[in-house]
């Protein structure tokens, strides 16, 4: 039982249509019972204007048909108006799934109900989460390029050493694992003894991780260091968290020049299946850029996010075989092992670079597939976070 709107339309700033009373009570101006609109903003739902309510001329019996002539504030922008039945002090009653007129445009007036309305913000809130990362990234791709060099170029500037330690800053962390695992513990991996084995094996392994742990690691703090930004300028924010992806990738770039130099200054052929490179990297900044969106939104709220993570990383670094064989993880372990996407991105790489071949398809679909609702959700996280950034900081 509710309510029926014959014949609506738009005459100038006002709503005129009939409504029908098809509910067992009569409708009287004397108990509330009126019609009003509101408006509201259509990406949040919050509402704007509570405009005025009319009343009907006359008490509505059921089955019968009152006038009605209301002036109504037009949408503008992202809004939307809602003209409903009412009864003051108890209900508006599209709430209540009455059907209600929609004024989307100035223009475009429709009948329709709180489901449906519901229905078309989800399936248009779906629509957005899959265009709005593409779409920001791709409309500031300028920005992104700049603030990526000058990150990485500022990163050590003043320093003896300059942007050379783009160059050195990775080469002297793998050195170092490499130094305690592969000659102080003298790990080795199956089929060949040797040292320099070891360090292609491990070396094709931390070339992933170098990307991936330096974006995740420094986003829960991305925001606070350009607060500048967040409070005082008309700025996407959202590129910030890609700006550490970008400058994460360019460190990874530089270790795999490196590391394809090492294996031909070790006698090795150059890997002619690293074209096949592209189907890892791809999951692999999907990923990674999905994952440090929703830590640099969750970093505004929870300054210790950073140490916390820290940790994390630490953890997940050595449960991921990237130092040690795989034939050295328990057996109970394996089957959590292979759902790391990490493992995969690392056994991926070590086929292209040390074995010439493919990666395996069956996990490489399964991370194209992860990566890409981690990338979506992450974006769709920090996009619902951002409103509250300039009041927190």
Known sequence: MSAAYLAPRLDGSAVEFDIRNETNEIWRA????GIGYQVFDAETGTLIVDGPRVTPERDVKPGETAHVRLEVEAPQGDTYTIVSAMREHVAWYWERGWPFLLLETAERLRVT???????????????????????????????IRTMTRRDVLGRYRGSFGGSF???????????????????????????????????LYYLAGMLPWLAFSEAVGRSPS????????????????ETLPVNLVSAGLVTECVAVVLFCILLLALGRTFPAAIAWLPLLLIPQVLFTAGLSWFLA????????????LGFLLTIWFFATPI???????PHAAAAL?????????VRGYRAILLEHHAPAFGPLWKLWLLSAIVFVLGHAWFYKLRKSFADLM
């Open 222 to 237: 991305v925001m606070w260091e350009h607060r500048n930004f967040v409070k005082k300028l008309v700025f996407a924010v």
């Open 323 to 329: 130092c040690y064989p795989e034939n050295q993880v």
């Open 337 to 345: 092992l292979s759902k790391n996407p990490i493992y995969v991105l």
């Open 113 to 143: 109900t709180a489901g449906e309305l519901r229905r078309a913000r989800l399936w248009r809130s779906i629509g957005r989460a899959f265009v709005y990362p593409w779409r920001t990234i791709w409309r500031n791709r300028s920005l």
């Open 165 to 199: 330690w783009t160059v050195f800053s990775p080469m002297l962390l793998m050195l170092t694992y490499f130094f305690v695992f592969g000659v102080v513990l003298d790990s080795k991996i199956p089929g060949d003894p040797s040292r320099s084995a070891f360090a």
């Open 30 to 33: 004397g108990d509330g019972f």
């Open 297 to 308: 939104g969750l970093g505004v709220f929870f300054r210790d996010l950073g140490q916390i």
